[in-house]
């Protein structure tokens, strides 16, 4: 196998540990905190979590170490999304579990949850392991998308467990698989099979926040990647002075990655879905919105600029999501037939006009028709619209184009109007971890184990005080259950992590919404460059400027 | 103006210069080689260039300065896309100038060759120079596409200079710019200005070289920066293991770009518009020959992969260059509007049937309904197909699922195939340049100068021996016209500096070519990572695969 210098290099690294958990294995001992509450709904959450909620919060100290000497066992699983770092837990996890003792054993099941059901695994051994040391992706043992919630999952994963003397998994996963964790963790307790089961918070959207997890891992390397990127595509505007470059960033269902290279790039115009949900606008101000700053900069001479478009924001536009509703309507079941046999697109337009009520109606005529097609044409399975496939950055530069014409028309811009489009998002998601993903991750993975070893179950690994350098770093455990509460989801009522937005009187947005009005009209732009792992630790070690801001004094 | 800590560091860094230029102006001479000739069709060029034609190569050496004292007045240039680097041209230029004599002057146009025209230009002085030290983009005085190359602009941009007192001009751009410099040389020569003018070799394409321009500046940096996207794509494709990426690269007009990503990251497939030229390969062939790679792939149990493709790639398929020929033939003049005027894309395409030869129709037939209404629909002003919008990522990608549909009716095939698509080119252009560019760009800024201040004109600043440490570097001179031959240009004879393609003999070809089958069906990716400007030389100061290869011994 042939590896890159940089991949060479990087295996030197020694990733930085909390200072408390600097001193070896037999200097770490337990502080326990308050019992804990779930942030709401606690009576509902303590009945689904009879034998796991309400324990201690849990802080590590320098002191002897007081846990039971046991063999552990443990099994560890990637799930969803690739985030950068996680095969750093992976080697947090083990590099913890082998000081404890050789005879420790860490299995990998392979490509996500579903490698426990299948009993598909691993065994890691230093030569293995020692391959993956401060690489981004998964390939580690693969990751998978398989949910496991159900019953019949968690008997088939105490039995695997059983085969093989499993004291204890680690699932590494975004909000949903957190939740499960704590779920698994509860059966497993109820049932009396011995396995604890431990989380760890991974995300590059950011959306895994709350007052226990300062920062998912991940997102720090992909927001810096996307930057580096953006601040290129910048520089290269303010070079070139003739193009409009429309980019849109993953994140779905938040937007703390859009705002976070905002914060990075300081570009003219950056969309957050939140804030369109929370004013409720309209497509047709957006649009306006965005065309304002393009004629103000035109005014000055500057018919170029750099706009931000979060993946999802269309679905946060409330008349966009009512129309995408009526469209699923009207082409339910049998109607799509009907609709699939109109022989031209006119014919087919006639049929959508007919049939949408006029408030949709006037959304869909101000869309281009590019994207009125696909809203018609591609459809998933259910026949419902696949809003995942709308390319946003190209809806809104279309429209803008629209709204500049117009103003043209009237006399009002006078300007030249040229845009690109880019979408970044898996060029973020497996690059070689930062300095803080590598130091963050591998700390979530010593953790973890050291969570297990003190018998802990149900418990997420946190390690905060993150934006203060690695030797200040608080490492413990919280009750996953402590961060749940009751949310209605595919009708029914369940015990959830909290998904965290974009808060809009957070730190972060308010200075952003401070600030943008200059970078509208202004070229303010800043160019991050690629993510450095030697040189000034200005340069080299410092986290978001989401957090930063987050944890300002 | 907020800066990034990156830019801050950048600021520090001092610039590699060939060993031979290291010792303080005052201990440059200059060492005269043979006289040289153009590389071919030597008694037109001489011909053309009677002023200029037939100087001798010069080396720069360690010994007492011989230059006759003199205030130079500079005025420089930067032409075309941008490309990692410029900024550091025109710092090495205006340190080389300012510390020969304090009361030299650096003009700098503004804009592009038009700046020089327009007389629109800045007086550079140390606060403004400072702020773009090692820093990408074209910012400090713009570019612009403006071609150079008629009497009359000579004739303005004779004017502008004697305003000024300008003794030199320095052009930084590509093949074309550096032709032109070449025929302003002869052309302030031979109406006895005592203007000078040296080119400086640009490109991000890499296809302004020869065996005087070892590589084009930006380069480096850029194929850099796409190696370390790419390369996290093909990690993010062995991690999620569900997804074939199809990466589009720039470079219209030759595949340097291509190849050395492919060097760099061991991509299973990679396209070489040269190759796909010199084997007259059909749109289907190149189907098929992806479609092989994924079926053997899948057939091992891996449904993902990532392909480059060149982004004129289209343009060197043979029969696809006729179907373009022949819908401009179909559609010139007023023959746009009846096909314009007929109704629905059922009946466009029975015109389209009835006018095209069965052999470009049975082309056209294979394409993707997206791409074959884009041929028609999306034209020029001129009413000519805009082949540069084709996405060709696409049309691929689109092709070899209709070729895989085929072989799974047919039972060779039993996998499942997804496709991405991904576009890099305005990612590069303006990164933070390498430290090889960094270093390179300087020294030839500086040389340039040197070449100025000893009287010489119509030359390229050439810096060579450039995959040894820079202490080794060969600084000097080479006339353009030495470059040059006759082309057939828009219908006349010019002449021109030579374009490079991708030689299918050279050494960078034949290795990809003896690895690449196995690339194909195993996973040998290589993750080069972000470029990194401090730390192990390994990692920080080596230049491309393709410089490597084709100067190995």
Same mark, same amino acid.
């Given at each position: 196998?042939?590896?890159?210098?940089?991949?060479k290099?990087?295996?030197?690294?020694?990733?930085?540990?909390?200072?408390?958990?600097?001193?070896?294995i037999?200097?770490?001992?337990?502080?326990?905190?308050?019992?804990?509450?779930?942030? /709401?709904?606690?009576? !509902?959450?303590?009945?689904?979590?009879?034998n796991?909620? +309400?324990?201690?919060?849990?802080?590590?100290?320098?002191?002897?170490?007081?846990?039971?000497?046991?063999?552990?066992?443990?099994?560890?699983?990637?799930?969803?999304?690739?985030?950068?770092?996680?095969?750093?837990?992976?080697?947090?996890?083990?590099?913890?579990?082998?000081?404890?003792n050789?005879?420790?054993?860490? &299995?990998?099941?392979?490509?996500?949850?579903?490698?426990?059901?299948?009993?598909? &695994?691993?065994?890691?051994?230093?030569?293995?392991?020692?391959?993956?040391?401060?690489? *981004?992706?998964?390939?580690?043992?693969?990751?998978?998308?398989?949910?496991?919630e159900?019953?019949?999952?968690?008997?088939?994963?105490a039995?695997?467990?059983?085969?093989? +003397?499993?004291?204890?998994?680690?699932i590494?996963?975004?909000?949903?698989?957190?939740?499960?964790?704590? =779920?698994?963790?509860?059966?497993?307790?109820?049932?009396?099979?011995? %396995?604890?089961?431990?989380?760890?918070? !991974?995300?590059?959207?950011g959306?895994l926040?709350?007052?226990?997890?300062?920062?998912?891992? *991940?997102?720090?390397?992909?927001?810096k990647?996307?930057?580096?990127l953006?601040?290129?595509i910048?520089?290269?505007?303010?070079?070139?002075?003739?193009?409009?470059? $429309?980019?849109?960033?993953?994140?779905?269902?938040?937007?703390? =990655?859009?705002?976070?290279?905002?914060?990075?790039?300081?570009p003219?115009?950056?969309?957050?879905?939140?804030?369109?949900?929370?004013?409720?606008?309209?497509?047709?101000e957006?649009?306006?919105?965005?065309?304002?700053?393009v004629?103000?900069?035109?005014?000055?001479?500057?018919?170029?600029? %750099?706009?931000?478009?979060?993946?999802?924001?269309?679905?946060?536009?409330?008349?966009?999501?009512?129309?995408?509703?009526?469209?699923?309507?009207?082409? /339910?079941? /049998?109607?799509?037939?009907?609709?699939?046999?109109?022989?031209?697109?006119?014919?087919? @337009?006639?049929?959508i006009?007919?049939?949408?009520?006029?408030?949709?109606?006037?959304? $869909?005529?101000?869309?281009?028709?590019?994207?009125?097609?696909?809203?018609?044409?591609?459809?998933?399975?259910?026949?419902?619209?696949?809003?995942?496939?709308?390319?946003?950055?190209?809806?809104?530069?279309?429209?803008?184009?629209?709204?500049?014409?117009?103003?043209?028309? /009237?006399?009002?811009?006078?300007?030249?109007?040229?845009?690109l489009?880019?979408?970044?998002? @898996?060029? *973020?998601?497996?690059?070689?971890?930062?300095? $803080?993903?590598?130091?963050?991750c591998?700390?979530?993975?010593?953790?973890?184990?050291?969570?297990?070893?003190?018998? &802990?179950?149900?418990?997420?690994?946190?390690?905060?005080?993150?934006?203060?350098?690695?030797?200040?770093? =608080?490492?413990?455990?919280?009750?996953?259950? !402590?961060?749940?509460?009751?949310?209605?989801?595919? *009708?029914?009522? !369940?015990?959830?992590?909290?998904k965290?937005?974009?808060e809009?009187?957070?730190?972060?947005?308010?200075?952003?919404?401070?600030?943008?009005?200059?970078?509208?009209?202004?070229?303010?732009?800043?160019?991050?460059?690629?993510?450095?792992?030697?040189?000034?630790?200005?340069v080299?070690?410092?986290?978001?400027?989401?957090?930063?801001?987050?944890?300002?004094k």
């Amino acid at each position: 196998m042939e590896l890159s210098s940089l991949q060479k290099a990087r295996y030197q690294y020694n990733p930085k540990l909390p200072g408390m958990l600097r001193n070896g294995i037999a200097e770490i001992c337990v502080k326990e905190g308050l019992e804990t509450q779930s942030v /709401a709904d606690q009576e !509902k959450i303590k009945a689904l979590f009879p034998n796991t909620y +309400g324990k201690k919060e849990i802080t590590f100290e320098k002191g002897a170490n007081t846990s039971t000497p046991k063999k552990q066992v443990v099994g560890v699983i990637l799930s969803g999304g690739q985030a950068p770092g996680g095969h750093n837990v992976v080697c947090g996890l083990y590099d913890a579990l082998k000081a404890t003792n050789k005879e420790n054993v860490l &299995y990998g099941f392979k490509k996500g949850p579903s490698g426990l059901l299948d009993d598909d &695994y691993l065994i890691f051994d230093d030569e293995y392991i020692n391959q993956f040391r401060n690489t *981004g992706g998964f390939d580690i043992i693969g990751s998978g998308r398989t949910k496991l919630e159900t019953k019949e999952q968690f008997a088939v994963a105490a039995e695997v467990c059983k085969k093989h +003397g499993i004291t204890a998994i680690v699932i590494i996963g975004g909000d949903d698989s957190n939740t499960n964790a704590a =779920v698994l963790a509860e059966y497993f307790a109820a049932n009396n099979t011995g %396995v604890q089961v431990i989380g760890c918070p !991974k995300t590059i959207d950011g959306d895994l926040k709350n007052e226990d997890i300062e920062i998912s891992f *991940g997102f720090d390397t992909a927001t810096k990647t996307y930057s580096e990127l953006i601040g290129n595509i910048e520089r290269d505007a303010n070079s070139a002075k003739k193009y409009w470059h $429309f980019v849109k960033v993953m994140g779905r269902s938040a937007s703390h =990655v859009a705002l976070e290279c905002a914060l990075e790039t300081q570009p003219n115009i950056c969309l957050v879905s939140e804030e369109v949900a929370a004013k409720k606008m309209s497509l047709s101000e957006i649009a306006d919105y965005i065309a304002d700053s393009v004629e103000a900069r035109s005014n000055n001479g500057m018919n170029f600029g %750099v706009a931000i478009i979060p993946e999802g924001v269309v679905e946060f536009v409330p008349e966009f999501s009512v129309l995408i509703h009526e469209i699923n309507e009207l082409l /339910a079941g /049998a109607k799509a037939e009907a609709f699939n046999a109109l022989p031209t697109w006119a014919d087919k @337009y006639a049929f959508i006009e007919k049939g949408l009520t006029p408030e949709s109606m006037a959304v $869909f005529a101000i869309l281009p028709q590019g994207i009125q097609q696909q809203l018609f044409l591609e459809r998933d399975p259910h026949g419902n619209v696949q809003v995942s496939l709308i390319e946003s950055e190209k809806l809104f530069s279309e429209m803008v184009k629209n709204k500049l014409a117009e103003r043209k028309a /009237a006399g009002t811009y006078k300007g030249k109007f040229s845009a690109l489009h880019h979408f970044f998002g @898996y060029e *973020g998601r497996c690059a070689f971890p930062s300095n $803080f993903d590598s130091d963050y991750c591998y700390s979530l993975g010593y953790n973890a184990f050291m969570l297990i070893q003190y018998g &802990y179950t149900g418990y997420l690994s946190k390690v905060s005080n993150l934006s203060a350098p690695a030797a200040q770093w =608080v490492a413990g455990g919280m009750p996953i259950t !402590k961060m749940m509460n009751i949310e209605r989801r595919h *009708g029914e009522d !369940k015990p959830v992590i909290r998904k965290a937005l974009v808060e809009l009187e957070g730190n972060p947005f308010k200075y952003f919404a401070a600030h943008r009005e200059q970078w509208a009209v202004e070229t303010c732009y800043t160019y991050p460059g690629a993510i450095q792992y030697y040189g000034p630790t200005e340069v080299c070690d410092i986290t978001t400027k989401t957090l930063a801001l987050e944890q300002a004094k």
